[in-house]
């Protein structure tokens, strides 16, 4: 199954930055270059880094200017994500580019891959909930409110991962059908937003 196979691509990313927990170490992705699981593993591993640049970013005693730097590394990491969740989208619209639509085939409200990126971040919200329940340093109240909030996790992650796979069975079987488009961020481009342009 897809989801299958992303999920655990996802879990092992998650758990290769973990054995290191810097958000400076390069990545060491394990899968071959061109392959859908090349993308996916180096989609979460973007994702991953940016979630521990979000908890850095908000220690109060951090020191404004590297907050700046900070906030800019996690506008540059966004795009990469993007980035990536389009070219997951293209490695898709290739492999289902022989598939003629049937009549009366409709379009989903999100295509596959911003789907999978939020199954992408949802790893990341278990991971570190999980977490949460094994720590030594709390009482019991909140390792028992993590575990319900890990429960509910879990359910969302399995019922995304079959709304994903009755996407991607809908567009095998021409029930439905992929049309994507470029996100166009426009706060990163100094052509489009009014602070940079307005500074010439």
């Given at each position: 199954?897809?989801?299958?196979?992303?999920?655990?691509?996802?879990?092992?990313?998650?758990?290769?930055?973990?054995r290191?927990?810097?958000v400076?170490?390069?990545?060491?992705?394990?899968?071959?270059?061109?392959?859908?699981?090349?993308?996916?593993?180096?989609?979460?591993?973007?994702?991953?880094?940016?979630?521990?640049?979000?908890?850095?970013?908000?220690?109060?005693?951090?020191?404004?200017?590297?907050?700046?730097?900070?906030?800019?590394?996690?506008?540059?990491?966004?795009?990469?994500?993007?980035?990536?969740?389009?070219?997951?989208?293209?490695?898709?619209?290739?492999?289902?580019?022989?598939?003629?639509?049937?009549?009366?085939?409709?379009?989903?409200?999100?295509?596959?891959?911003?789907?999978?990126?939020?199954?992408?971040?949802?790893?990341l919200?278990?991971?570190?909930?999980?977490?949460?329940?094994?720590?030594?340093?709390?009482?019991?109240?909140?390792?028992?409110?993590?575990?319900?909030?890990?429960?509910?996790?879990?359910?969302?992650?399995?019922?995304?991962?079959?709304?994903?796979?009755?996407?991607?069975?809908?567009?095998?079987?021409?029930?439905?059908?992929?049309?994507?488009?470029?996100?166009?961020?426009?706060?990163?481009?100094?052509?489009?937003?009014?602070?940079?342009?307005?500074?010439?």
């Amino acid at each position: 199954m897809f989801t299958q196979n992303a999920n655990a691509i996802f879990n092992r990313s998650i758990d290769d930055y973990h054995r290191f927990d810097d958000v400076d170490h390069p990545i060491e992705n394990p899968y071959e270059k061109g392959t859908l699981d090349h993308l996916l593993y180096h989609k979460n591993w973007i994702d991953t880094v940016q979630w521990h640049l979000e908890d850095i970013i908000r220690n109060p005693e951090i020191d404004p200017v590297e907050a700046l730097a900070i906030k800019r590394r996690i506008d540059r990491s966004n795009q990469d994500r993007t980035d990536m969740v389009e070219y997951v989208d293209s490695y898709l619209m290739d492999k289902y580019a022989s598939v003629a639509p049937a009549p009366g085939a409709r379009l989903n409200t999100e295509t596959p891959a911003w789907a999978v990126d939020r199954l992408s971040i949802l790893a990341l919200k278990i991971y570190h909930m999980e977490q949460e329940t094994r720590r030594t340093d709390v009482g019991d109240a909140h390792r028992d409110a993590c575990r319900r909030k890990l429960e509910v996790l879990l359910t969302q992650q399995a019922d995304l991962s079959q709304a994903i796979e009755e996407l991607i069975e809908d567009i095998e079987a021409g029930r439905k059908y992929m049309k994507t488009y470029k996100q166009m961020k426009m706060y990163n481009d100094p052509a489009l937003n009014p602070v940079l342009y307005g500074k010439k």
